[in-house]
């Protein structure tokens, strides 16, 4: 699945990955989900802007 813009951000103190994007005059978050768990491959996909 290509999502354009979608990037992602691990917190540091808590096992969590924000995926969001960003708009012009705010910033649109997608989903929140536990780094521990087992992250869908299209979320993760090299194609993908995730950083």
Do not use: A, Q, T
Not at 13 to 21: A, C, D, K, L, M
């Amino acid at each position: 699945m290509d999502i354009p813009g979608l990037r992602s951000w691990p917190l540091d103190r808590y096992p969590h990955v924000i995926f969001y994007i960003e708009r012009k005059d705010y910033v649109e978050v997608w989903r929140v989900l536990n780094g521990k768990r087992d992250i869908p491959s299209w979320l993760l996909n090299d194609d993908s802007e995730l950083h």
